[in-house]
């Protein structure tokens, strides 16, 4: 059974870090694409970040770039979402997912977690 878990969320100030990691069980994830999506209350789910785990190719939305970095560790099978300047504009349920269907940039991807939240106050 793939399992796809999620931590690392929080509350937080403008301008802080944090780290959210996923931690990936159940099959082998090393072809895959992995992803960061986000969703605030009251609005579509939106991609973040993703890195193909071959090769660690990342991709970022604009809106993050120069503020997030996608990383992930083969070892322990996780991918990590380091975010820093944190805006409250940033603030959304995080999901990470894998394998996308189509598109890195956008659903549906074949694996989701539960999502951990993030807040970011002014």
């Known amino acids: 059974q793939v399992q796809l878990v999620e931590s690392g969320g929080g509350l937080v100030q403008a301008g802080d870090s944090l780290r959210l990691s996923c931690a990936a069980s159940?099959?082998?994830?090393?072809?895959?694409?992995m992803g960061w999506f986000r969703q605030a209350p009251g609005k579509e789910r939106e991609f973040v970040a993703a890195?193909?785990?071959?090769?660690?190719?990342?991709y970022y939305t604009d809106s993050v770039k120069g503020r997030f970095t996608i990383s992930r560790d083969n070892a322990k099978n996780t991918v990590y979402l380091k975010m820093n300047s944190l805006k409250p504009e940033d603030t959304a349920v995080y999901y990470c997912?894998?394998?996308?269907?189509?598109?890195?940039?956008?659903?549906?991807?074949?694996?989701w977690g539960q999502g951990t939240q993030v807040t970011v106050s002014s």
């Open positions: 997912a894998a394998g996308p269907k189509r598109s890195v940039y956008s659903l549906p991807y074949d694996y």
């Open positions: 159940g099959r082998t994830f090393r072809r895959d694409t």
């Open positions: 890195v193909r785990w071959n090769d660690g190719y990342t």
